[in-house]
C-alpha cells in the first residue's frame, strides 16, 4: 500500500520537515480516476515567504547543492559524491558512511576513493578503476592501493580477464597488466587502415630496366627486402615483440570494439568514417571571448543525414584471422518495412511506388539511456551477444556469435511499425549459465525477459509499467530494477528472481528513486526525492522492509522558508485514449473545491523532450518552472503540466501515438486538459495561456497554428520549427527520414501552419543553441513576416546554449512570459 497520498501531493515525510500535514489515500482511491472531487483538496504548502520571480530565477545555488555522481566504495560501506561549491562550477568530492557526516576528500587523495564504473575481480580480491586516465588497482580487504599506469594517455573500457590480468583500452590499442607484478604488455593494436602492403618488386619496363641498369638502385631494394623479411621473422620466432595488429581499412571510423574475458576474441565495429562525422555545419557565436565571430561548428540535420551502415568484425588474437559478419541470417534483414510509408508519399505526388527486399543498413544500437556496451560477452568468454538495430528504426535484433560458422544467430528480433525505443535496452548474461537477459518492449510495456540459448524466451515481469535499471546479482538469484509498479508518477526498486520469477518490493519511500547495489550485493544506494524536495542520498539493506537510512541533508533553510504551492497529481479522462492524461495541477492558493462562476485564469506548461515524464512524485528537471507555477497559483492562476502523449513511463502505445503527426496528439491532450479544468477548476475557457521550451515550444506553436482559438496566449522557448532541421538519431524515429516520407514532416512542422496564428505569441531564443538551431527561430519569423502576422514577438539570447545558464537570461526569459500571460488573459 502507498502510504503518502500520491493524488493529494505526494509532499515531503517527516524525513524532510516537521510539521507537515499530508494526506493519507488508499490505493483503491489512487487506482479510482473516475472521481474529480478526490483531485481537489487543499494544496499542502509548506514556508511562510512569498517566492518571487528574482529568487525562482536565481542561480541555483540557493536551493541547496544536491549530491551529484554519488557511487559505493570498494568496501560496500562507504559512499563517494560530488558537490558542488557555492559560487563556483567546480566540484568537491565527499565521503560517507551511515550515521556520519561527509568529509571532504583531499585533491592529494582523490585518486584513492575509487570510480563509478569501476570493475572487480571474480574472487572480490581487487577493485580496479581509472583516475585522470591511469589505471589503479585497490584490495578490497586491506584498502592498499596500486598505481599500474602513470601516461598522459587516457586508459578506459577496463575489464578483468579470466587469467586474473586486467585488460584495459588506450586509444585503438589494447593492453593488460598483472595487478600484482605491475607488468603490462600490449596486446593487440587496431589500425583504421588497409594492410601496408610488402616491398613491391619492380613493375613494368622502365622500372625493371632500371633495376637491371643500375647497381645502386637493385642493391637499395635487396636491402630494403632483407630488412622486411628479417622484422617479420624477428616478430614470428621472438615472443617477447608485439606483433597483433588488425587493419580495419581505410576511411573507416571505430563505433565500438570489445575484448573477450578470455583474451583470445575482439569484436570490433566499423562504420563509414565521413558518414560517422555529424558535425557538417557551423553556428556563429556572436558574444566571443576576442570579440570576433566564432564559427562553432554543430551537428548535421536529419535532411542532410546518410544511411549509416556498420561492419561487425571477429577478430581471432591467436591466429590474426579476421572476418566480417554478415547480417543475412537475421530475420526480416532485407523486409521493406517502409513499403506503405514510401507507397503513400509516392500517390501524393503522382507515382508509383513498388516494394522489393534489399539488405537494410544495420548498426550496433546506441541506447541513449545506459553506459553498458552493446556487445556483452558472457563470463567465460566462450559467447558474445551484440544488440543491432535498423537504420529505419523499425528493428531491434539481440544476436549471438556462431565462431565456428563465423555468423551471427538471432536470438530476439523487436520489431516496431512506430520505432523502436531509445531506451529499454538493458541487456547482458546470467553470470552461470548461458542464458540472456533483456529489456522488451513487446508486450506494450518495458519488462524483464530471460533466453537460453537455443531455448525459448521467459517473461519474468509483466504489467502495465514500466521496468528500467537492471543489475544482476553475482550468485544470478535475482535482478533488481527501478519501476513505477503502483502508479504511473511512482518509482521504487524492485527485484526478480530469473529462476521462479518471484518478485519482492524492496523500497517504499513514495516518490523518485534511483539505486546502485554495493559491490557486495548486500545493500543499495538510493537516490531519492519528492515532488517538494530536491534529491538526497541514502542506504539501505538490499532486502524487503530494510530500514532507510539518510546520509545528505543538502536542502538550504532559505528554500524550506519559501512559500511553495504543492501540486496534485490528477488523471485527466482522454477523448482519444482509455488511458487518462496524468498531469501536475497547482490550484490556487485562495481556491475553494466547488467554487463556481469560470472566473480563473489558466496556464498549460508543457515539458520539453518530448520523451520525458514530468507528472511524476519526485523533484523535477524542470524546478524554475516549479516555482513559477507556484508563484502563478499564489496570484489565482490554475496550473497544469501535463504528460501528454509521446511522453515517458506510460507504455510503447503512449510513445508511439506521434508517429507521422508529431503535435497532434499532444494538443489534442492540451484541449481535454483545458476541458477539464472548466469542469473541475473553475478555469474560464477564454483565459487559458500556455508555453513550454525545445518540444514544448514546438508544442506551443502546434496549438497556436492548428488549434488558434484554445489559447489565448502563448510562449514557445527554444522550439523547434521545423523538423527536417532537426537531428537525425531523434526525429527520424518520429518520422521517418525526410527523403522517405516528406508527408510526416509537413504535416508536423510548425513553419508549414503559421498561417494559423490569431492570438498573441512570444517566441524566446538562444543564440548559440546547438540542439535546436537558432535558424530555426529566424525561418519562422520571417514565415510569419510574409504571411503579415502582428500578434507576436521574438526575444532574443545571444549567449546562451539550449539550456540557459544565465540568472539574468532567465529572468528576463520568465519576466516576458509573466507579462504576456498578465496582460491576455
Known amino acids: 500500500m502507498i502510504k503518502q497520498s500520491l493524488i493529494s501531493a505526494a509532499i515531503a515525510s517527516s524525513l524532510f520537515l516537521t510539521g507537515c500535514q499530508t494526506t493519507h489515500t488508499s490505493s483503491n482511491q489512487i487506482k479510482d480516476q473516475g472521481i474529480p472531487a478526490s483531485v481537489v483538496a487543499t494544496p499542502v504548502d509548506f514556508g511562510g515567504e512569498q517566492i518571487t520571480l528574482e529568487q525562482a530565477m536565481a542561480h541555483p545555488d540557493w536551493l541547496g547543492r544536491k549530491p551529484q555522481n554519488a557511487f559505493w566504495a570498494a568496501d560496500s560501506k562507504t559512499v563517494v559524491f560530488n558537490q558542488k561549491q557555492a559560487g563556483s562550477d567546480l566540484k568537491d568530492t565527499f565521503i560517507v558512511a551511515n550515521n556520519t557526516a561527509p568529509t571532504k576528500v583531499l585533491l592529494s587523495q582523490l585518486h584513492s576513493v575509487g570510480a ?92 625493371e630496366e632500371q633495376h637491371k641498369l643500375i647497381e645502386y638502385v637493385a642493391l637499395t631494394h635487396k636491402n630494403s627486402l632483407d630488412r622486411e623479411q628479417r622484422t617479420k ?52 557565436n556572436y558574444v566571443s571571448q576576442n570579440g570576433d565571430i566564432d564559427p562553432v561548428q554543430a551537428r548535421r540535420r536529419v535532411a542532410q543525414a546518410k544511411a549509416v551502415y556498420s561492419e561487425v568484425v571477429l577478430l581471432e588474437l591467436a591466429t590474426k584471422a579476421q572476418t ?144 528500467s535499471n537492471l543489475t544482476l546479482s553475482k550468485d544470478d538469484s535475482a535482478i533488481y530494477y527501478k519501476a513505477n509498479v503502483e502508479h504511473p508518477g511512482l518509482y521504487e526498486i524492485y527485484r526478480v528472481d530469473p529462476q521462479t520469477a518471484k518478485t519482492e518490493t524492496l523500497t517504499d519511500l ?83 473545491e466547488g467554487e463556481g462562476g469560470k472566473k480563473r485564469k489558466a496556464v498549460i506548461f508543457n515539458h520539453g523532450a518530448g520523451y520525458l515524464q514530468n507528472s511524476h512524485m519526485g523533484w523535477s528537471v524542470y524546478f524554475r518552472e516549479f516555482m513559477f507555477h507556484s508563484l502563478l497559483a499564489s496570484e489565482g492562476y490554475v496550473v497544469m503540466d501535463m504528460d501528454y502523449r509521446a511522453s515517458k ?22 484541449a481535454d486538459g483545458v476541458k477539464w479544468m472548466a469542469e473541475y477548476a473553475n478555469v474560464d475557457t477564454k483565459s487559458v495561456g500556455t508555453y513550454g521550451g525545445s518540444y514544448g515550444g514546438f508544442m506551443t506553436f502546434m496549438a497556436m497554428f492548428t488549434q488558434p482559438d484554445l489559447f489565448q496566449a502563448g510562449a514557445a522557448l527554444r522550439p523547434v520549427t521545423d523538423w527536417a532541421y532537426y537531428n537525425t538519431g531523434y526525429t527520424s524515429n518520429i518520422l521517418n527520414h525526410p527523403d522517405v516520407d516528406p508527408i510526416a514532416y509537413r504535416r508536423s512542422s510548425p513553419i508549414y501552419h ?72
Do not use: C
Not at 576474441?265 to 556563429?284: G, H, Q, S
Open 324 to 467: 566480417s559478419l554478415s547480417y543475412d541470417t537475421l530475420p526480416g534483414y532485407d523486409e521493406d518495412v517502409l513499403a506503405g510509408v514510401k507507397k503513400e508519399n509516392a500517390a501524393a505526388i503522382g507515382k508509383t511506388y513498388q516494394s522489393e527486399k534489399s539488405p537494410r543498413a544495420i548498426n550496433l544500437i546506441r541506447d541513449w539511456g545506459w553506459s553498458q556496451s552493446a556487445i556483452q560477452w558472457n563470463s567465460t568468454g566462450s559467447e558474445v551477444a551484440v544488440m543491432l538495430e535498423a537504420w529505419d528504426n523499425k528493428d531491434r535484433w539481440l544476436a549471438t556469435v556462431d565462431f565456428e560458422q563465423q555468423e551471427f544467430v538471432s536470438q530476439h528480433r523487436l520489431h516496431d511499425e512506430a520505432w523502436v525505443n531509445y531506451v529499454y535496452n538493458d541487456f547482458g548474461w546470467l553470470n552461470n549459465t548461458d542464458t540472456l537477459y533483456y529489456l522488451s518492449e513487446e508486450s506494450g510495456y518495458s519488462h524483464i525477459y530471460t533466453k537460453p540459448l537455443g531455448g525459448r524466451a521467459t517473461q519474468l515481469t509483466s504489467g502495465n509499467y514500466v521496468v
Open 649 to 670: 513511463g506510460y507504455g510503447r502505445d503512449w510513445r508511439t501515438a506521434i508517429y507521422r503527426q508529431m503535435g497532434k496528439p499532444e494538443v489534442e491532450d492540451l
Open 233 to 284: 621473422a624477428l616478430k614470428e620466432q621472438n615472443s617477447t615483440v608485439a606483433n597483433s595488429h588488425f587493419y580495419l581499412g581505410k576511411g573507416k571510423a571505430l563505433v565500438s570494439a570489445s575484448l573477450s574475458p578470455a583474451g583470445d576474441k575482439l569484436i570490433a565495429v566499423v562504420t563509414d568514417k565521413t558518414r560517422w562525422n555529424a558535425e557538417t555545419d557551423i553556428m556563429p
Open 754 to 825: 503559421a498561417q494559423g496564428l490569431k492570438n498573441d505569441l512570444l517566441i524566446n531564443a538562444p543564440m548559440i543553441d546547438d540542439n535546436v538551431f537558432f535558424q530555426d527561430v529566424v525561418r519562422l519569423v520571417q514565415r510569419l513576416i510574409e504571411l503579415e502576422k502582428e500578434d507576436f514577438e521574438t526575444a532574443i539570447y545571444p549567449v546562451e546554449p539550449h539550456g540557459f545558464v544565465q540568472p539574468s537570461s532567465w529572468l528576463d526569459e520568465y519576466r516576458r512570459i509573466y507579462k504576456l500571460f498578465q496582460e491576455n488573459l
Open 510 to 592: 513514495n516518490g523518485m528513486t534511483d539505486y546502485s547495489l554495493s559491490p557486495d550485493g548486500t545493500k543499495l544506494l538510493l537516490n531519492h526525492s519528492k515532488i517538494m524536495m530536491p534529491n538526497e542520498l541514502y542506504v539501505a539493506d538490499a532486502k524487503p522492509g530494510a530500514t532507510t537510512t539518510r546520509l545528505t541533508n543538502t536542502v538550504s533553510d532559505t528554500f524550506l522558508n519559501k512559500k511553495l504551492i504543492a501540486p496534485k497529481i490528477v488523471a485527466v479522462p482522454s477523448s482519444h485514449t482509455d488511458q487518462p492524461v496524468y498531469a501536475k495541477v497547482y490550484y490556487p492558493a485562495d481556491y475553494v
Open 116 to 207: 563509478k564504473n569501476a570493475v572487480y575481480s571474480s574472487n572480490g580480491e581487487y577493485q580496479v578503476y581509472t583516475f585522470k586516465g591511469n589505471v589503479f588497482a585497490k584490495t578490497i580487504s586491506t584498502g592498499d592501493i596500486k598505481q599500474l599506469t602513470f601516461s598522459s594517455e587516457r586508459a578506459f573500457q577496463l575489464q578483468f580477464l579470466n587469467s586474473g590480468d586486467v585488460a584495459y583500452r588506450v586509444g585503438n590499442t589494447f593492453y593488460t597488466v598483472n595487478v600484482r607484478t605491475g607488468q603490462s604488455k600490449e596486446l593487440t593494436k587496431l589500425h583504421l587502415s588497409d594492410a601496408p602492403k610488402g616491398l613491391a618488386a619492380p613493375n613494368g619496363f622502365i622500372a
